[in-house]
């Protein structure tokens, strides 16, 4: 139905191949990669068992082959030739990241319900700081990147109180500006907006909001977009922002240049990503200030300090719900994406249509989040018709949820040492860790580093599911996170899933065990509406 409508709306529906991050590099069970190293359109085609077809439109460019002797090999050479990412800053890893909107005192009053409740954040991002539009697809931000005080009051001083509590205060940008915005015309004023065949300013549509997009190969525009995010957003005192789209660059567009929108398309995420880090970088803010992107093309992990999987929809569906996180988390990692991650509950949703967040999917969706590197909701874009982290009903198991990721800090931030270092994924295909494992293994489940197996659940309505243990040397074991279980490893199992207790398991000569172990002490978070151990409510 999603499709549906934005296929109607704006010719944008999608499938389930379909992508914001298109990179023409494939990497082989038989340990190489093959990468091109031009723009231009290509279409990577593995439907013939006999040979690979690389088509690439107009000329191509370079074709790099590398060979390794062993698939974790290979991925560290393809993250080595790409470029891989920095290590996060802690505060993002030790705690949640929660996001409110709609001006000063809703989010306040969210904030002390998670107090309340003992939720541990480090963050809350307000995605509406520059303010708000209201469309028929919900309350959207308006593109216009300056802090909206009247909708925000005294945020800026909220920044400096709230830092001193350890909190930080996340953003929102991309690199298109509202037509009704000041910083519309003044780009367009400076001839700093993608142009189109007749050489006005090429307007493009997002459901009901009109606007342009800055030419990222106009040098000025560049430096002028640059400035931007570097004295609205980080001087004011943001700890980060959703550096969102950068794929939507028309293909008839005329750019600074000379180059036509089909030859700098798929380049337009990677300086997109580059302009992002400059600011950060020349504000002194690089291992402090988190920008997270979701487009991508080759050399945006050189750039980007984190992925995040996108738009998903308030389901379970495998095409954009909270499978395709599980599967896009751990493919991205195959090609330098050190980091990623996804909003907890996801985000498309439309009411009217049925497509709405469940306390079911938020609870799964975040007991997910656990095992990876960033835990970040989104209230989505029908706020009122999805159930949020703040809720009555959900608030005390959410929290539980949120102090289970932040007993897992330093195994996280260990992992993601090693990873930048090693050049492999935070969350890694399970072949990554066992290239030797006598019985294939299921792309359904992953390794978090590797002393960590993660199987989350998916399915609505499930209760349990199937878990592929691996080989493990010598009298090592498997031990299972939340009971301290020991099995066996090289056996398929049916593992039972309680709500907030996805299969999880921990090598046992794993020397973050006693990290491991806190899980099963109850977590204790004291209400007025009860108390909440390991997930479970009593009165």
Known sequence: MTTFVADSQENAGGDYYTTYYAQPTFVSSRNYFCHHEGTNYAVLDFSDDNFHEFFVYKRPGKFTFRVADSLPSTVQSVSRFLGNMPELPDWIQEKAIVAVQGGTDRM?????????????????????????????????????????????????????????????????????????????????????????????????????????????????????????????????????????????????????????????????????????????????????????????????????????????????????????????????????????????????????????????????????????????????????????????????EFATQAKHFALLADYRKAVGKESVSSGLPTMRMMSLVFPTNPEPLPYDQYMFGTDLLVAPIYMESATNRQVTLPALPGDHTWVHIWSGQTLQGLQTIQAEAPMGQPPVYYRSDSQFASTFQKLRTPVDTATNSGQVVNGIIGK
Request: some cysteine; glycine content about 12%.
């Open 108 to 396: 306040k009053q969210k904030c002390e319900i998670g107090k309340k409740f003992g939720v541990p954040f480090s963050g809350v991002w307000i995605q509406d700081w520059s303010g708000q539009k209201h469309t028929p697809f919900g309350d959207r931000v308006f593109w216009n990147w300056k802090w909206d005080k009247n909708h925000y009051p005294e945020l800026d001083q909220i920044i400096k109180d709230w830092a001193k509590d350890g909190i930080r205060l996340l953003g929102y940008i991309n690199p298109n500006l509202d037509s009704s915005g000041d910083l519309f015309k003044e780009a367009a004023s400076k001839g700093y907006l993608v142009k189109n065949s007749t050489g006005g300013v090429y307007l493009r549509r997002s459901i009901t909001l009109i606007f342009g997009q800055v030419d990222l190969t106009n040098p000025d525009a560049y430096n002028w977009y640059k400035n931007v995010i570097k004295t609205n957003m980080i001087d004011l005192g943001l700890g980060g922002w959703m550096a969102d789209f950068g794929e939507y660059l028309a293909v008839d567009a005329v750019l600074a240049d000379g180059r036509t929108g089909m030859e700098a398309h798929n380049e337009w995420p990677v300086l997109w990503a580059k302009l992002n880090r400059e600011a950060v970088e020349e504000s002194g803010k690089l291992g402090e200030v988190v920008f997270y992107t979701r487009s991508g093309f080759s050399g945006t992990t050189k750039y980007s300090t984190l992925l995040w999987n996108g738009d998903q929809n308030v389901d379970f569906s495998l095409d954009d719900g909270v499978r395709s996180a599980l599967y896009s988390s751990v493919g991205s990692g195959m090609n330098g994406n050190t980091y990623s991650h996804f909003d907890i509950g996801g985000y498309t949703t439309f009411g009217r249509f049925g497509l709405v967040r469940t306390k079911e999917l938020l609870l799964r969706s975040a007991e997910f989040a656990v095992f990876t590197s960033v835990f970040r909701t989104h209230e989505g874009n029908e706020i009122a018709s999805n159930v949020q982290w703040y809720d009555d009903q959900v608030t005390a």
